[in-house]
Every structure is written in structure tokens, then in C-alpha cells.
């Protein structure tokens, strides 16, 4: 009975001994299965993060060696818009390159016959003879405003005059005989106004004298200079006229004259204040 009891505490013991391992087992496996539930999810979202890497990568990588965009080809409809545009472009600048041509000075109307012809014979008679003659331009000005072209002129020596003059016409001072030069004018207005002009003062200067000119004096009514259809003296604008002027002297003066002489031409603006203001212009010339 005693042994009985004997196996009976030693099986007991034993069954508890067992039974306290159990727990501490399954304990010990309670503890350990947080932390492989952490090492896990520690794997994982290292697993993850390291995906994303890789994936961020690759993106990276492919907008780097994405092939670039190639513009597509203008329609025809741009291209003749554009076209149209370019020519138009050109046309204005074709048109703002071509002006209007600025008004010149007109070429002489009146030939060489014509002028070497005497005025003065008709009106004097006698021996008129002409002792010297310059038939191509001598003289040219331009003042800024109007611009005065000698185009030829003659000198004629008057003697024995055979026809009465009379004493209230300013050409009797040839009655005795004496010198008429003749000078062909251009006058050319380069303005886009009237400007008043005598040319009457257009003067022949020597050593000592200074001889005035006529308009009228052995000049036919269609060689008279006439500024414009109104008034003789008031150029009109952008146009050229032209006609005689003459110079009267007696045997003294055309000495004096032949000695140093010179034409004397006034600056417009001293008839005129809308001229250009200047300096008159001396040129000298041969009357031999």
C-alpha cells in the first residue's frame, strides 16, 4: 500500500512538473511572438520603402531618357498666313523706301538760237553786236529755300543807235549807244510755300559800281520771269521759273565791270523771312 502510495505522489509530482513546463513554454512563446510580429513588419515596410526607392528610380531614370517632343508640321493654311504676313511686311517696308522723288530744278527751256537772237537791235538799231557769250550754266545756288541758276548770257555792244527812244522808257539810256547783258535765269522754289523773289536785284558788281537789273528792258513779254500766273515775284512751291534779266551800262561802268567782274545774288530771306536765312552769294564771271 505504501508503495502504491509511493508511485501515486511520485506520478503527481510529475504530472505538475510537466504541467509547469508547459506554461512556462508556452509563456515563453507568448513573449516571442510580439517581436517576430514586429521583426516582421520591420522587414516588410523596409521591404517597402526600399520598392519605392526603386520604383522612384526607374521614374526618375525614364523622364530622363524620355524621347523629347517633336513639333508637328505647320498646317498649309499657317504656312500662306505666314507667307502673307512676310510679304505684306516687305511691301511696307518696299513702300516707306520708295518716297516721293524731291523736287529739281528744271532743265533749261530756252535753246542757244533762241537766246543769241538780239532783243536789243529791234528797239536801238545801229550796230548791235554781241562780244561775248557764255551759253551753258555758269552760276549756280542753292539757298535752302530757292535755288538760282544762270543757264547762259550775253554781252552786246550798242553803237550809233539809228531809232528814236523815248525819254520816259528806261531803255533811252542806250540812245547814245553803250552795253545790255543779258542774263537766262532759273529760279526753282523747292519749298511747299510761296516765297517772294525780285530778281531784278540780282546786281553786276566791277571794281567801284554796282549796276541794278530790269525785268522789262529789251526783255519780249515771253521771256518775262514770272513767279506765278498772279504775281511775277511770288515763286510758287516745288516749281522753276525762269526768263531775262538785263543790265544797261555806258562805256565807263562796262570798264569798271570788265576790271573784277562779279554777279551779286541776295539771299532769298531778305525778301522773304519764311526763306532760309544766309549769306548773299558772289561769283565772278567774264564779260570779254
Not at 537766246?115 to 545801229?126: I, M
Not at 552760276?139 to 553803237?159: A, M, P, W
Not at 539809228?162 to 533811252?172: L, R
Request: proline share 5%; net charge positive; aromatic share 8%.
Amino acid at each position: 500500500m505504501k508503495k502504491w502510495m509511493s508511485a501515486i505522489m511520485i506520478l503527481m509530482v510529475a504530472i505538475l512538473v510537466a504541467a509547469c513546463g508547459s506554461d512556462k513554454s508556452a509563456e515563453k512563446e507568448t513573449k516571442t511572438e510580439p517581436k517576430q510580429e514586429q521583426k516582421a513588419k520591420k522587414e516588410e515596410k523596409q521591404t517597402t520603402e526600399k520598392k519605392t526607392e526603386e520604383d522612384t528610380a526607374a521614374n526618375s531614370e525614364g523622364k530622363q531618357t524620355e524621347t523629347p517632343k517633336t513639333e508637328e508640321p505647320k498646317s498649309d493654311a499657317s504656312e500662306s498666313k505666314q507667307d502673307s504676313s512676310t510679304a505684306s511686311s516687305e511691301k511696307k517696308a518696299e513702300s516707306s523706301t520708295k518716297q516721293t522723288p524731291k523736287a529739281q530744278i528744271a532743265a533749261p527751256a530756252i535753246s542757244k538760237a533762241a537766246f543769241s537772237t538780239s532783243n536789243v537791235a529791234p528797239v536801238t538799231g545801229g550796230k548791235v553786236t554781241t562780244v561775248y557769250g557764255n551759253y551753258s550754266s555758269s552760276f549756280i545756288k542753292d539757298f535752302g529755300s530757292l535755288t538760282i541758276r544762270v543757264n547762259q548770257y550775253k554781252v552786246e555792244k550798242v553803237e550809233n543807235p539809228t531809232k528814236t527812244i523815248s525819254v520816259y522808257s528806261p531803255e533811252s539810256y542806250m540812245q547814245k549807244g553803250g552795253y545790255v547783258i543779258t542774263l537766262y535765269f532759273s529760279i526753282f522754289n523747292q519749298t511747299k510755300q510761296n516765297l517772294t523773289y525780285k530778281p531784278e536785284q540780282i546786281s553786276l558788281a566791277g571794281n567801284s559800281t554796282v549796276t541794278g537789273g530790269s525785268l522789262d528792258n529789251f526783255v519780249p513779254a515771253k521771256y518775262h520771269i514770272k513767279g506765278s500766273a498772279s504775281d511775277p515775284y511770288v515763286f510758287a512751291p516745288e516749281k522753276t521759273a525762269e526768263g531775262f534779266v538785263t543790265y544797261m551800262l555806258d562805256e565807263a561802268k562796262f570798264q569798271d565791270l570788265k576790271a573784277n567782274p562779279r554777279i551779286a545774288v541776295p539771299n532769298p530771306s531778305k525778301m522773304d523771312n519764311k526763306a532760309v536765312k544766309g549769306d548773299d552769294a558772289v561769283a565772278s564771271i567774264q564779260v570779254q
